[in-house]
Nanobody, 127 residues
Framework: QVQLVESGGGLVQAGGSLRLSCAAS????????MGWFRQAPGNEREFVAA????????YYADSVKGRFTISRDNAKNTVYLRMNSLKPEDTAVYYC????????????????????WGQGTQVTVSS
């Protein structure tokens, strides 16, 4: 069983930055691919970014490419999402997710791939 706890959300002006963190309670954190998804009111949960478990290859949604960066610290069992140049349309609840041995963009971009989810953290970007 993996428990994920997100933090770092908040209110920020357009053009600002935030860094989200997701702490995992699991012994073998390095064996998990980690992803970030977001869900705005009235919308489906959508893929934002992911990092494969062994290669560390990163994947991004086109809407955030060049602005967001996913990273991880296996010693701290934590994955991060650095968000720069934030836009009002980035407003959403952000969720982290974990998938054991996940590696491909096709699978890591899909919600159904992930076995574990956090409770989410709200990000609000004002114009």
């Amino acid at each position: 069983q993996v428990q994920l706890v997100e933090s770092g959300g908040g209110l920020v002006q357009a053009g600002g930055s935030l860094r989200l963190s997701c702490a995992a309670s699991v012994r073998t954190f390095s064996n998990y691919a980690m992803g970030w998804f977001r869900q705005a009111p009235g919308n489906e949960r959508e893929f934002v970014a992911a990092m494969a478990w062994s290669t560390g290859i990163t994947y991004y949604a086109d809407s955030v490419k060049g602005r967001f960066t996913i990273s991880r610290d296996n010693a701290k069992n934590t994955v991060y999402l650095r968000m720069n140049s934030l836009k009002p349309e980035d407003t959403a609840v952000y969720y982290c997710a974990a998938d054991l041995y996940g590696s491909t963009r096709l699978l890591l971009g899909q919600r159904g791939t992930y076995d574990y989810w956090g409770q989410g953290t709200q990000v609000t970007v004002s114009s």
